[in-house]
């Protein structure tokens, strides 16, 4: 199993991004019934979670920084969970990471390589 992250880049102040995550490899009923989230690392700071979608509940949870910006999705179809980001700022910037949590269903827990996202002022 891979996480396929991509959709980084450069962007201005008050754009957008979509992060896309694709779990290559995974069989669906894991895909589908684990928790899935979006992580990142900002200069000078731990890695922190930023966006969550627990299974148990699929009700999104988001980091206090990105609530009302960033939207958390999947598609159970194509195996993808990505993260929308508007009006993005400065802080922003820093390598996001996508996560799916199988330790519940299959006893493992898998991490993307992570994308660059870059917001320029």
């Known amino acids: 199993v891979q996480l396929q992250a991509s959709g980084g880049g450069l962007v201005q102040a008050g754009g957008s991004l979509r992060l896309s995550c694709r779990a290559s490899?995974?069989?669906?009923?894991?895909?589908?019934?684990?928790?899935k989230g979006w992580y990142r690392r900002t200069p000078g700071n731990e890695r922190e979670v930023v966006a969550s979608?627990?299974?148990?509940?699929?009700?999104?949870a988001y980091a206090d920084s990105v609530k009302g910006r960033f939207v958390i999705s999947r598609d159970n179809a194509r195996k993808t969970v990505y993260l929308h980001m508007n009006n993005l700022k400065p802080e922003d910037t820093g390598v996001y990471y996508c996560?799916?949590?199988?330790?519940?269903?299959?006893?493992?827990?898998?991490w993307g390589r992570g994308t660059l996202v870059t917001v320029s002022s």
């Open positions: 996560n799916i949590n199988s330790m519940a269903i299959a006893g493992r827990d898998y």
């Open positions: 490899g995974m069989i669906l009923s894991t895909f589908s019934g684990s928790d």
């Open positions: 979608m627990p299974v148990h509940t699929d009700s999104p």
